[in-house]
Each structure stands twice: as structure tokens, then as C-alpha cells.
């Protein structure tokens, strides 16, 4: 079990740091953290991976948005310490080094971006959502984009950005496994279609 | 030479997409909070009010100040000790302190500033200070308070033609209440500054993400009762947005500065999300009567406009602005010559207001565009027929009240949108619709979109008399200085202050033209830093200035540049400078072939420039740079209470179509077209982006944005649960298209078009829905499925 | 906007959960998903000593299709409304056991589930958030606006708690007693929740209308029925974010069992407090949660294959 700081009676409570270990973008890292430290501020300002925006702090705008052991989370909703021995991805760990994604790509030639403080949180969860449904439909996106507050680009861009990627993944899966039309990636949207791979258990 | 320069080659005009995205799409981005520009910065918690109106009984720090980690507290008492209140466009009947004294004014004003070691424990300090209020009654409605001296700030009238002829000899009078409630353009990023007060030199840095105007950057300055020199302000490469909010950031840099000052430590503050929505910025509500006198034939004879802003609880600089930046345009898109309009402004117990996307121009084409839509159903003319009936049509023009509309093509935008939107199907449509029970509305807004602001407007605050006596006020100008390095890179610095909106790109697509190589080699610095940065009192990111100013000043550096290296390039080749023309990197002299002789590179040039002066041209300054400043024509002080408010004048016409669903009063924009007249379009990627994006926050204003408060004015939208933002879904598809009629009074054409639509779009939704009601009467803002359900089961 | 401090206490077992809760009582709340718990504690509208962190509790995730010991819908028990006293089905129905740790957006993705379920689930939040909220967690929290208790109570589901001395069952209709405020002690842990499913002339279906999707509700409304020859026998209808606590509408069952979608929407309007605020009236409220119980409803007897009866009853 896992302790934190003893219980207060009375008296102001003295916070206790935990130790903890986590991958952040494939490097392990360990820390020392009270247990009320955000993941937002942990991996902001402990870690020095400032690409994880914060724009609400309260869960409604998605800036800070990463994922967890592969499935996507608000990195403000979500306490440094409960992430122990967990693989943490951030923006700064999808081109690394080396090229842009093609859905970063696809945000740059749309013009899918213009201050950048909402960019970070929707690559993550546009991501996911193209890795569990690459061919995702334009309603699924803006169901996505809902979750993620843009105030400047009116979302449009955005959206066509994320479903350019999903076509083109649609299209290649089709080219490669069927001989049908390519352009037929319907994934129509329905949540309860069988066969998708949505166990979060199961993602990482 | 500079038209002509350009027009021949040929990256301005075409959709770049931006460099500034790689950084950002690898969070890479620098923002406020990124950023540790000094060491061992201590952090501040805000302590605020939760009352809308109360006097502050007592207040106890002394619990904070013994809390674990704390550096100290800086109390309201000690902000009236150290500095003076904010200066605004007009005296304020209250003064405005960076925290509150002995009593607060709106929900979350600062009351005492708490620092600690990091943010959390700031914010346990700050959950110790004990404050004791006298709650008092708030004042919420503006209508009301123009009753109260204590609450009305300034009351002016103006007269243009004869109004009073013009509705005597009225055929018909139309006209209604149309107010526009208080809203936010709601950057992403909240306010953000870092403080360094240096006690030995009596200077105070401040880090922060700013937006201009530097107006502002002296009202601050002179609050702390420092020399300009003494207060140097910094913005971050990259900001999170700000459509005018963050202009008031300049009261944090005073009030985290003096917590500087006080506790000798520098101190740094990151707005969170609460404290933005309850006290950073609105847009200015405003409470507006209207009428218009028609003839029979449709023609628009007179306008009668009493408004009344309410900025909130303090009057916070630039305003009482919003009420005079569309001055020139109060007759919009319309040749009427008689118009009469009050102006009165007052303070209530909200949270201050400022510039925020259209600062002024939602608030004043609802009402006016309204009007235009009630003059239409009770003549039984086709709004758009209307419209078109009462266009200028011969440019340039000067409105009644001063403006210059220099160039444009009103009716062809509007035949445009009309094609574009297939208006007679969708009024065939409506027909078949409404034959079946159906709500369906068709609205209509045609808007002139100022930009370039004259500095000199705000002065109509006061008397033609009283005017005299102060310094004139006109124009608006940028700085911009170009260098080139000893390797030839090309840098380039403006202090256009950009949050997202590409001026990079665009600067460096201006300066490719001029110099002649790709936009990739131009390294852009659109942050400021007022120690090193060129500017004037105007720089910044407001009133849609970029595309002409900011451009102006880069182009004007640039040429200074490009004509030294001309000189030198004939110098080398035993040529003329007018004989070298600049292409692809190289110096070409003009009619020959690209051989050895008659060509040198810039990179050449750029080391001659450098490292051989004594090889320069007789007479030439060393080195490669300049610095050059732009001021934007026709933008002289008021004279008569007529001034032309703005330089440029661009042009918008919306056409919607809409639905409201009777069992729920959900509204359903059916289609949406916007045709637009921004001059010359400098990237069409980037002025589509523009238009999207201020359509979808004339969207939310219209819809569903808007700060509510309850009767005791506790703020009911305190966090983004209840402040609600349309997401992709609700926001429709818009469909643009663009005219461009180059613009005389701008160096390359361009009109600004950053707000247009934020300023159309709340009109033409109202009208349409208006229609679909069949309502003779304004509805109330926002537009939200309750009320328009209530409208239709009354 | 950030947390006071806590003591984290992060159990390995459930046993050993449920020691923590009995110790801690009051002064610690329950970390599961964390998306209502997080924000409100980073505005410290709530400062709990302890937070209890169950969220690596084994065998706490997992969704079980069978027999679920839950009430038919109709039933004798109040709220709902059937037709002569019919026995629809016994107390052991097929559906869902979904355990407390399983996400919204897990259950999503799951075939099979009850149809009014699977609908709410979109509505729960924003994609990131159901990735990590969870089911057990909107359902004990009892959030007025919340979407699935209104469905629990719309199938007659039941909620299994335990705690250190006893394990128990509360059904919907006992579970929700005011704004936030369920029967569960403090020292009980909510494990799993049980959704009865649709089956053979049983039909389901929610509705809701959001000013944003994701986020708080206008209203929102579940229906469930039954029907037999091709008439509604048994129904239940809920509704949400129309008074301070999720609500089961007993008149607009019986109004539908009898007069069909129209006569409950009108039963609902006449039932309901309705709940006022800045976004909509109390009066649009109770309006609009009358059109949405009448649009579950019709979709609901559809699904169950009873006709439409778009003509029953009278709009209110």
C-alpha cells in the first residue's frame, strides 16, 4: 500500500512525498512527488515537458490531454502519484527527433492551428482515436474535438486535418486487404458495433 | 516601385502554410509559463473576492504570512501605498487600483496577493486570509445605472445631417432594444506574468503575455510611478490566444510587480482558469435603442442610436474605447447622411471590460443590421433588396460621422453572396417550410470591418472644447527593423505581438518579395521587448492592424535594406542601383544573362557589408540593417466630432439560413455565406483561418455565450461547465468567398479581416431567426433553446 | 486551482479498501476515475483528509453478461407501471453486471448492452474522460445532471456495495436520495452495477439534449417497456437534470402503459419540479423533458415491437 502524508488532526497537514517511477516518452524517470501534485504540473514543470498544455485545470478543454498506459487522459485530472510504474505519452514523444506524424502534417497544411495552445491535447487524443478507429468517420472527430476547446481556428480545419489521416488510412487498408473501393471507409460511427478493439485493458 | 516590385514576383498572395507550426505542433511552443526567464521565482496565489459588490470590514494576513513556505502577502492597502490608480481614456468617478482598498467592485478582484514558494502552497496561504465583507447591493443593469453620477463615466451626443427632418418626413419608424450582453473571446491560455523588481536600478521587468496596445504599457508604468524606460515589458515568442483579453494583462504586471517590489523576490503568476473567467476581461456589454426612418421605396432617411456601455466596475484603458471605435462606420454599409447618436457609459458591479474580437462592432451592427431586418418586414421588402437599395456605391466615401471608406465593391459583395448562398431556392424553401409549420428564417448582415484604428478616436469621449487642450491624437503606426547577418540570414523584428494569428509567415512572405529570396531564409520576431523591440505607443494586436502597419514597417525596413544592397551590388558589378534588380537569393544586374559578371550573391553582398567597409561604396553606411517606422494615412484627430476612426474599411456580407425546431426551440443553421471584401489578401490560408475562427465566436455569442450573473451577482458562468463554447458540431459549415479590392491607403492592399465576421455573424443569426419566429421585435442574446422556445409557446 | 493536501492511500485489495473506508469514514473520498472527484478538489469545493484509491483493486473492471438478479421492468415496485397486475419476466433477467472500475468508454465499445445504455454512454463526457471515468463512479456519485443513473433507473437496475461487515444490493429506486447524496455509507464500496437488458419484447432508449455534447445536460430521459400482442404491458421512464436528484416519473409509466408516448410527455410536464438556471427555465425544463420522454418512448416500444402510437395521449 501506498502512503501519503498521516492524517491531520487539528493541526495543518504535513505532506509527505512519495516515490514513484514512471516512462515518459520511453525514458524512465524517478520522482519524488506529494501526492496532491497534478500530472499536469508534474510533467510541466518537474519534468520540463512543457508541450502538455494546461488551459482549465477542471477537465473541459483537453489542453493538457496525454495518455496513460495508452489510453488518453487529462493529465489534469489525474494525480502525478497514481501514474507509479506507468508508460506516460506526451506531444513532445510523437515526431521525437525525427519527422512530423502525418496527422501533424496534415494540422500544418490545414492550417489546423493558429495560437497552438490546443494543438498538443488534440494530437493525443486525435491519435487515439485513429489508432482505434482508423478509419473514423467526420461525426466521430467532432465528437472527439468537443472534448478539446479551440477558440481560434473555428474547429473546420481541424477537422478536415484528422479525417484526411483517417481516409488516407482507410485507403491504404482497403488497397491492401480488399479490392473494393477505397474510398468506401465507412467505420459509420456506431458505438456499438462489434469488433473493436475498445478494451481499454487491452491498448497499451 | 514597391507595388510593382512585388506584384512581379510572388509569395504574397499565396497559401503558405505557416512556419510557426512546427514548433508548435511539436510542443516546442514557449509560452508564459514555460518559461523561467529569471531564477528562483516565487509564486503568487490571488486572493478574491466572491462578492460582486461589498466594503472589505476587516482583513487578517496574518495566518497566510505564518504559513509554511509563504514569502509574504502584498494587501490591497499596500497597492493604493505604492502606486497611483490606472489612468483611462476619461476620468472615472471611482479610481482603479491593481487590488482592491476597502471595497470590491466585481466577482474576483483582487484583494491581496499571496507568495510562496510554489503555487500550491501560495494557494494553502491564501485559503488563511481572512477577509470580512459588508455585502452591498450590486448594480447589473446598465439602463439603470445611467441614473447614478457615481456610475456614469461620460454622456455625449452627436448630431450628422437632420436627423429630426429625416424622421419627421418618415414614411415608416422602426426600431427596438438590442442588447448585447458581455461575453469573452476566452483564450485558451490565461494571463501570465513574471515580475523582476531590481531595487538598486528602480526598474521593473515583467515577463508577460501581453497583446498591446502599448498604450497600455505607459498606463502601467505611470500606475508604478515609473519612467517608461523603468518598466520594461517582454512577451513570449508564443501566446494562447487573446481576441483583445489579453490586453488587459498590463494590470497583473503592476499589481505581481509591486508584490515584487514589496517582497524583494521575483515573483511569477499564471492566471488559472476561475480567475480568468471571473476577472480578467470581457467584451463590453452594451444596451442600445434603435430607430430608423424609411421612405416607402425602402430609403433609408435617418438613424436615431442611444447607447449605453457598461465596462464593468472600473474603467479600465482603452475604454471607454469600445463605445468610439466604429465611429466612422455608425452608418455601416448605407449612404443615410442623418444620424443622431448618445453615447453614455457607466460602471456596474461586473468584471471589467476592454477589447475583445469586433470590440465595439457585434454591439453595434445587432441593433443597427436588426433595424435594417424590422425596416424590411414592416415595408414587405426583401432584406437583401433592402440592403441593396442603400449601399455606397461610389468610392471613396465619407460617412456623416467621418469615416473614409477609400475603395470597395458593396453591391458586387452582395450580388456575390446571393449567387453563393442561392437565395431565391432558400426563400422558395422557406416558403414550402413554412407551409408546413416549419420555423425557418432567412437573415441577412452587411458590414463594413474597420481595422487600423485611429489612436486618436477615444478622444471623442470629451467635449470639442475640452479636446484642445491635450496633446493630439491621431494615426497609428508600427516599427519593424530588418538585418542581415554576415552570412547573409535575414532577421527581421516587428512588435505586432501575435497570438496565433501567423504574422510570421506573413512578414517573412513580404519580405521574400522585397529581397528577393525564399520566405524560409526570413527569421521573424513578432514579440516585443520594449527595451529592444521597434515600437510606438500603437504597436500590438488589435483593430485587425497587422496586414497594413505591421506590413507597412517591414516592407519600409526591408526596402531600406534592399536599396543599400542594390547599391552595393552596383557598386561590385560597375552598375547603377536601379540597375540591379534582387531575385533568387542574388543580385542580378536588370537585362543581361546570369553570368559571373553581372551577377553577385546576397550572401556575398552581406559579407562585403560586414567585413570589407573599406570596399563599400563611397558614402555607405556600414553594416546591413534598418529600422523603420510606418504610420497609416488618413487617420487625423476629430475635428466637429467627425473623424475617420479607422484607415481601412473592408466589407462583409452574411447571408443565414435557419431552422428552429418548434418542440425544443433548438436552432439549426441550415447554411451559412459570408463573402468578404479584404482588399488584397496577403494568405488566403490565413484570412480563411481568420474568418472561420471569428465566425465561430460571433457564433458563440449569438448562441450561447455570455457571462450571467444571479440576483446577488454571484457569477452563475464560473467555469467552462456553464461558460459554454460551441464545439465542431454545433458550428456549421460556413461557405466564404472573397472579393479584393486593393486598398489605396495600405502599402500592399490589404484590409484587415480579423473580425468581420465576429461582428456579422451575431446580426445575421438574430435577423434569420427573427425571421423564423416572425418576431417584430429583438429577441434577447443568447439565442439559446430555452428562450427561443418560450418565444414560440408564448 | 490546486488541491489541498490529502493522505493517498492506495489499496491492493478490496479487503484492505474496505478497511480504509471504514478507518477514514467521512474524511475519504473514493479515487476511481477521478473526473468529477479531480476538478472539484482542484477548486477545493471539496478537501478530503484521505483519498482512497481503488483504482488498482483487481477484479473490479470487468463487465459479466448473464443473469442479473434485478426487478423486471413494470413490477409492483413504485415508479413503476404495468398492465393487471402481468408478470413480465421473473427476478432473475438477462443483462449486464458491470464492474465499478469498467469506463464509460469501455462499456461503449462492449456488444450486447441494454440499447438505452449503450446510447447514454456518448453523453457520459468527452472522449478523453470516459476513457478514464468509470461507470461505478457516475452511478455513486449521483450528479442530478448525470446520464446513467438515469438509465439504472429507467431499467430498474441495482447497484452491489459492500463493506467490511456485508455485502448488500440497493436498487435504483432507493438509490438516489438528493443532490450528490446516495444511500451508500460511508464505509461501503460501490463494486458493481447491474443492467438488466433488453430481451424479447423489451425495449429501452435514452434521449437528451446538451448545450454541449459531453458536458451538463438541458434534460435528459430513459425508457424501458414491455410489450406483448403488440401492447405496452409494463414501462419505466427517468429523467435528469430536472430536479436535484435523478428521478423516476411513476405517472408518465403509467401514463404510457396506458395512453402511450404523447400522454407521458404530458404526465412527465405535470409530475416534475423542473430546475431553473441561467442556461434554461424551470417551465422549458419540465417542457423539454416531456419531448424527450416521448421521444424514448417511441423508440423504445419501436425496439420492443409495439406500434408506434404516435396519436396516443394528449401534448401537454
Known amino acids: ?39 499536469s504540473d508534474f510533467l510541466r514543470h518537474r519534468l520540463g515537458l512543457t508541450g502538455t498544455h494546461v488551459g482549465c485545470e477542471h477537465g473541459v478543454c483537453g489542453a493538457c490531454t496525454v495518455r496513460v498506459d495508452g489510453i488518453p487522459a487529462r493529465a489534469c485530472l489525474m494525480f502525478a502519484v497514481q501514474t507509479d510504474g506507468c508508460a506516460i505519452e506526451t506531444v513532445e514523444g510523437l515526431a521525437g527527433t525525427g519527422e512530423l506524424t502525418p496527422l501533424q502534417r496534415a494540422l500544418h497544411e490545414a492550417h489546423g492551428l493558429q495560437c497552438g495552445f490546443c494543438t498538443p491535447g488534440i494530437l493525443i487524443a486525435a491519435g487515439d482515436l485513429l489508432e482505434r478507429r482508423p478509419g ?69 | 516601385m514597391t507595388d510593382q516590385a512585388v506584384a512581379t514576383r510572388g509569395w504574397i498572395g499565396r497559401a503558405l502554410p505557416r512556419f510557426e507550426d512546427e514548433a508548435l505542433l511539436r510542443g516546442r511552443g514557449r509560452f508564459i509559463d514555460d518559461l523561467e526567464p529569471v531564477p528562483g521565482a516565487h509564486h503568487a496565489a490571488i486572493v478574491r473576492s466572491p462578492h460582486a459588490h461589498a466594503r472589505i470590514r476587516h482583513l487578517d494576513v496574518s495566518a497566510a504570512e505564518a504559513a509554511d513556505g509563504v514569502t509574504g502577502v502584498l494587501t490591497g492597502a499596500d497597492v493604493q501605498a505604492m502606486s497611483r490608480p490606472f489612468a483611462a481614456a476619461a476620468p472615472s468617478p471611482v479610481p482603479y487600483y491593481a487590488a482592491a482598498v476597502d471595497t470590491v467592485r466585481h466577482v474576483g478582484e483582487p484583494v ?23 455585502p452591498l447591493a450590486p448594480v447589473l443593469d446598465a439602463r439603470a445605472a445611467v441614473h447614478d453620477s457615481d456610475a456614469l463615466v461620460s454622456e455625449r451626443s452627436f448630431h450628422y445631417g437632420d436627423p429630426e427632418a429625416a424622421f419627421a418626413h418618415a414614411d415608416v419608424i422602426v426600431g427596438g432594444r438590442f442588447d448585447f450582453p458581455a461575453w469573452t473571446g476566452l483564450p485558451l491560455e490565461g494571463y501570465g506574468v513574471v515580475a523582476d523588481w531590481d531595487p538598486g536600478a528602480g526598474t521593473l521587468t515583467a515577463w508577460c503575455n501581453f497583446q498591446g496596445p502599448f498604450t497600455l504599457h505607459g ?58 473567467l471571473a476577472a480578467s476581461q470581457t467584451s463590453t456589454g452594451r444596451c442600445a435603442e434603435i430607430e430608423g426612418a424609411f421612405a416607402a421605396d425602402g430609403e433609408l432617411l435617418g438613424v436615431r442610436i442611444d447607447a449605453i456601455d457598461d465596462v464593468g466596475a472600473y474603467l479600465r484603458a482603452p475604454e471607454p474605447a469600445s463605445m468610439y471605435r466604429m465611429h466612422g462606420a455608425l452608418t455601416g454599409a448605407y449612404r443615410v447622411r442623418n444620424l443622431a447618436l448618445r453615447a453614455r457609459v457607466v460602471l456596474t458591479n461586473r468584471c471589467p471590460s476592454a477589447l475583445n474580437r469586433g470590440f465595439g462592432g457585434p454591439q453595434h451592427y445587432l441593433p443597427l443590421e436588426g433595424m435594417m431586418a424590422l425596416g424590411a418586414r414592416r415595408l414587405r421588402i426583401d432584406p437583401l433588396r433592402l440592403a441593396e437599395l442603400n449601399l455606397v456605391r461610389r468610392f471613396p466615401y465619407e460617412t456623416p460621422s467621418g469615416g473614409l471608406y477609400a475603395s470597395g465593391d458593396f453591391a458586387g459583395c452582395l450580388r456575390e453572396a446571393r449567387e453563393l448562398s442561392g437565395y431565391e431556392a432558400r426563400r422558395e424553401e422557406r416558403r414550402r417550410a413554412r407551409r408546413a409549420g416549419r420555423l425557418y428564417g432567412i437573415g441577412v448582415a452587411c458590414v463594413v470591418e474597420p481595422s487600423i484604428s485611429n489612436m486618436g478616436y477615444v478622444t471623442l469621449v470629451e467635449e470639442e472644447a475640452s479636446r484642445g487642450n491635450a496633446l493630439p491624437k491621431s494615426g497609428n503606426a508600427e516599427g519593424a527593423t530588418v538585418t542581415i547577418n554576415p552570412a547573409g540570414g535575414i532577421g527581421v523584428r516587428v512588435s505586432t505581438t501575435p497570438q496565433g494569428q501567423g504574422h510570421g509567415t506573413v512578414v517573412a512572405q513580404v519580405v521574400a518579395d522585397a529581397l528577393g529570396v525564399d520566405p524560409s531564409q526570413v527569421a521573424v520576431r513578432a514579440d516585443a521587448d520594449t527595451s529592444f523591440s521597434p515600437w510606438t505607443v500603437a504597436s500590438g494586436n488589435y483593430s485587425s492592424r497587422f496586414s497594413g502597419v505591421g506590413v507597412g514597417a517591414a516592407l519600409r525596413a526591408t526596402e531600406q535594406v534592399a536599396g543599400k544592397l542594390r547599391a552595393i551590388a552596383g557598386h561590385v558589378l560597375g552598375a547603377d542601383a536601379d540597375e540591379i534588380e534582387l531575385r533568387d537569393g542574388v543580385a542580378h544586374l536588370r537585362g543581361s544573362g546570369d553570368g559571373a559578371e553581372t551577377t553577385v550573391s ?22 546591413l540593417a534598418a529600422t523603420a517606422y510606418y504610420a497609416a494615412p488618413e487617420l487625423a484627430p476629430p475635428v466637429d466630432d467627425r473623424i475617420s476612426a479607422s484607415t481601412e474599411n473592408g466589407f462583409v456580407v452574411d447571408i443565414a439560413v435557419v431552422e428552429v425546431d418548434r418542440a425544443t426551440g433548438r436552432l439549426a443553421v441550415i447554411d451559412y455565406v459570408s463573402v468578404h471584401d479584404a482588399g488584397r489578401l496577403l494568405n488566403p490560408l490565413l484570412a480563411e483561418g481568420q474568418v472561420i475562427g471569428g465566425f465561430a465566436h460571433g457564433f458563440g455569442a449569438v448562441t450561447r455565450e455570455a457571462h450571467a450573473h444571479g440576483a446577488d451577482g454571484e457569477l452563475l458562468t464560473d467555469t467552462l461547465k456553464d461558460y459554454l463554447c460551441p464545439t465542431p458540431a454545433d458550428l456549421p459549415a460556413v461557405r466564404t468567398a472573397h472579393r479584393e479590392t486593393p486598398s489605396p491607403l495600405t502599402p500592399l492592399g490589404a484590409k484587415g479581416l480579423g473580425e468581420g465576421t465576429t461582428m456579422s455573424v451575431p446580426a445575421a443569426i438574430h435577423n434569420a431567426v427573427m425571421d423564423a419566429l416572425h418576431r417584430d421585435a429583438p429577441i434577447a442574446l443568447p439565442l439559446t433553446p430555452a428562450r427561443l422556445w418560450e418565444l414560440i409557446d408564448a | 486551482m490546486k488541491p489541498a493536501p490529502f493522505a493517498y492511500l492506495r489499496p491492493e485489495t478490496e479487503d484492505e479498501a474496505l478497511d480504509l473506508l471504514r478507518e477514514h469514514g467521512d474524511e475519504a473520498r473514493i479515487l476511481a476515475g477521478g473526473q468529477s472527484l479531480v476538478p472539484l478538489m482542484s477548486m477545493r469545493r471539496v478537501s478530503p483528509a484521505a483519498v482512497v484509491d481503488i483504482t488498482r483493486l483487481p477484479g473490479l473492471a470487468e463487465v459479466r453478461d448473464g443473469q442479473v438478479a434485478g426487478a423486471e421492468v413494470g413490477g409492483a415496485e413504485a415508479g413503476g407501471a404495468e398492465v393487471g397486475g402481468a408478470e413480465v419476466g421473473g427476478t432473475e433477467v438477462a443483462g449486464t453486471e458491470v464492474g465499478a472500475l469498467v ?37 455513486a456519485y449521483g450528479e442530478p445532471r448525470g446520464e446513467l443513473p438515469v438509465v439504472l433507473l429507467a431499467l430498474a437496475g441495482r447497484a452491489r456495495v459492500r463493506s467490511r461487515d456485508a455485502e448488500r444490493e440497493i436498487a435504483a429506486d432507493e438509490l438516489y436520495v438528493g443532490p450528490y447524496a446516495t444511500t451508500l455509507r460511508a464505509d461501503e464500496l460501490l463494486v458493481s452495477t447491474r443492467w438488466p437488458a433488453a430481451g424479447l419484447g423489451r425495449g429501452s432508449a435514452f434521449t437528451e439534449l446538451a448545450l454541449r455534447q459531453g458536458d451538463f445536460t438541458l434534460a435528459c430521459a430513459a425508457c424501458a417497456v414491455t410489450v406483448r ?21 411513476g405517472p408518465a409509466a403509467e401514463a404510457l402503459v396506458a395512453d402511450g408516448p404523447r400522454a407521458a410527455a404530458a404526465a412527465t410536464r405535470a409530475t416534475i419540479p423542473g430546475y431553473g438556471d441561467h442556461h434554461a427555465s424551470a417551465r422549458y425544463r419540465r417542457h423539454l423533458a416531456g419531448e424527450l420522454v416521448a421521444d424514448a418512448a417511441a423508440r423504445a416500444i419501436a425496439r420492443a415491437g409495439g406500434a408506434p402510437m404516435t396519436e396516443g395521449g394528449a401534448d401537454g
Open chain 1, 1 to 39: 500500500m501506498a502512503e501519503g502524508a498521516p492524517m491531520a488532526e487539528g493541526a495543518p497537514m504535513v505532506e509527505r512525498p512519495i516515490s514513484i517511477v514512471v516512462e515518459v516518452n520511453g525514458l524512465r524517470r524517478r520522482e519524488h512527488v506529494m501526492p496532491r501534485l497534478l500530472l
Open chain 1, 136 to 204: 473514423a468517420d467526420r461525426a466521430e472527430i467532432e465528437a472527439l474535438l468537443s472534448g478539446h476547446v479551440c477558440r481560434c481556428t473555428g474547429y473546420r480545419p481541424i477537422v478536415d486535418a484528422i479525417e484526411r489521416v483517417a481516409r488516407d488510412a482507410a485507403g491504404h487498408t482497403a488497397r491492401g486487404d480488399h479490392a473494393d473501393d477505397a474510398d468506401d471507409a465507412d467505420a459509420n460511427g456506431d458505438p456499438g458495433g462489434p469488433g473493436d478493439p475498445g478494451d481499454p485493458g487491452e491498448a497499451a
Open chain 2, 112 to 134: 491581496a496577493v499571496v507568495v510562496a514558494r510554489d503555487r500550491y502552497l501560495a494557494e494553502d496561504a491564501a485559503a488563511r486570509v481572512r477577509v470580512d465583507y459588508d
Open chain 2, 219 to 276: 498606463v502601467a508604468a505611470a500606475a508604478l510611478g515609473l519612467p517608461g524606460t523603468r518598466l520594461r515589458v517582454i512577451t513570449p515568442e508564443h501566446s494562447g490566444g487573446s481576441f483583445g483579453i489579453k490586453s488587459g494583462v498590463f494590470v497583473y504586471v503592476a499589481l505581481i510587480g509591486l508584490a515584487s517590489r514589496k517582497l524583494g523576490v521575483p515573483v511569477r503568476w499564471t492566471e488559472d482558469r476561475l480567475e480568468h
Open chain 2, 602 to 623: 546576397l550572401r556575398r553582398l552581406a559579407g562585403m557589408a560586414h567585413w570589407n567597409p573599406e570596399g563599400l561604396p563611397e558614402g555607405l553606411e556600414p553594416g
Open chain 3, 103 to 139: 469506463t464509460q468508454y469501455g462499456l461503449e465499445q462492449r456488444a450486447g448492452i441494454d440499447d438505452a445504455l449503450r446510447e447514454c454512454l456518448p453523453y457520459t463526457g468527452h472522449y478523453a474522460t470516459r476513457h478514464r471515468g468509470t461507470v461505478g463512479g457516475s452511478i
Open chain 3, 229 to 249: 400482442d403488440g401492447a405496452i404491458v409494463a414501462a419505466r421512464v427517468a429523467v435528469g437534470a430536472v430536479a436535484d436528484r435523478p428521478l423516476l416519473v
